[in-house]
């Protein structure tokens, strides 16, 4: 896994601008910790920094393919694993193409040689690049199809900016850190559901998961090379159940491919209990002994129950599964100590305001596996495509929000007025929700209550999982680790798309269809056990840090209140309540870790509210 930047420049020679493209390639140093490089052209440069995973010694990037005459023909960065490069290489060597490395990196580069922008459709795993094809001019940017992978873009006249973060770009003088009203919008009124392309700073998109941007002389064009097909699904219960099983062990056995140590995230819950039994099954793993990794607090500093999200200790669960398979497991301790003292690295990891506690205490815990491993399987997905969070289930009514912004406060309401009505925040939130169910392929004579769980389900995995796989690239690749998610095979994504709600979720069981799929391989404790999310510290000297910080913050002109109505804020904390942050769950310092986050983007990345 690595970090990726680009500058393309149709009005400067671009070699003579090698310091500038460095700093860009510096920010991405944690995503790559072990390798660098650049390269320079007229018209474009790339910068790379690599985490070596396969084809460890001779998988170096930037790489080009040159002509006969020794002129350059292409040259690719490339963040990513694709999981079916071995049959791709075999196929385009049979084509005649020949290899100078095993990296799946120069497989997508000859793919692309072969079949230009048509090859996205043929890789099979989670990616985001950018081709400069020498001859044409032209640069193309391609991002996997759920998302998995970021890739972030500025464009402007003769002139386009790319990185794999935010920070790559804005180490380019050429771009400057503004918000506008829209990405004011996105910050506060719909943080858990981001707008598909949108990234909150003024004139900076996101690569839309599914889609490639070209851009040349003659300007910028997105196209989407995949998308969700609605049909009949025809297969009997039997058969279907069957069939999922064999998919899903398809894409764990495709990514347990790695020249790296490699473990899984284990919480003990079904999904991340799923990937390891089919890990561990005869002839999955290379190794005779998998390392599982969990998260896990001091015993006064115990996890919060947060209602329907987070419901049950883990730890019972993942000493069945332990037992049952068989793994070497490793418990992370996070605690309040370690929380405090990280506390920027959500920030410094996403670039813009982020979720505060659960940052901090996932990139713990990444950077505990990290010291064991490079690579990690995770559950992350699942729920989104069997439908096991609480808001799929009970989901009656009008579908006026986001469902799992249902009745929950929301940050836009700690605007000030004048902000507010410039913003419209309860308009917007609407209007994207709006946009969102516009795209859903609707199936011609499906019956209403199919229907419903098909926009849920359309929702959750177009607006839900981005947040959601944002989070988790970012935290962990803060930490230079590999994190994969099998639950995000696009075969998998697609065979599920069609499968009746009825069987989904049979007898009115939450995810019942994987459940039924996994039969035999689990501790039937694990097999039935309730969804239930990633913990929260109940560390109390975090929660007082973070409430003393936010009462600094009201005793001086801090930038926030650029933004946030001070009184409302004020009044809030001396009435006790809990102020509204920009998670799904409700959390005692959700709103107050905001407020501070938005504080210190604002000062940090010297933001300019236009």
Known sequence: MCGIVGWIDYGRDLRTHAATVRAMTHTMIRRGPDAGGVWLSERAAFGHRRLAVIDVDRGTQPMVVRDEDGSVRAAITYNGEVYNFRELRAELTALGHRFATHSDTEVVLRAHLEWGAGAAERLNGMYAYAIWDARTEEVLLVRDRLGVKPLYYAPAAGRLLFGSEPKAVLANPLFRAELDAEGIAELFAVPTAPTPGHALYRGLYEVRPGHLVRFSRAGLHSARYWELRSADHRDPPEETVAHVRDLLADAVGRQLISDVPLGLLLSGGLDSSALTALAVAPGAAATDKISTFSVGFPAHESPEQ????NVADDEPYIREVVAELGTAHTSVAVTGTGLLAHRGAGLAARDRPGWGEPDTSLHLLFRGVREQVTVALSGDVADEVFGGYPYFHGSGGPLDEFPWSRHKSSPAELLRDDVADLVRPREYARERLRAALAEVPLLPGEHAFDRRMREISYLALTRWLPALLDRTDRMSMAAGLEVRVPFADHRLVEYLWNVPWRLKAEGGTPKALLRMALSGLLP??????????????????????????????????????????????????DDGAVLPGPRAAPHP????????????????YQVRIT
């Open 306 to 309: 947060l209602g329907a999200w």
């Open 524 to 573: 039937d404790l694990v097999l039935n056990r309730p969804k239930s999310g990633y913990p929260a510290s109940s560390a109390p000297a975090y929660r007082r840090a973070v409430r003393d910080e936010v009462e600094e913050l009201l005793r001086r002109d801090a930038p926030v209140f650029q933004l946030v109505d001070r009184a409302k804020v004020r009044r809030l904390l």
């Open 589 to 604: 310092t959700g709103g107050l870790e905001f407020l501070v986050a938005v504080n210190s983007w604002l000062s940090t």
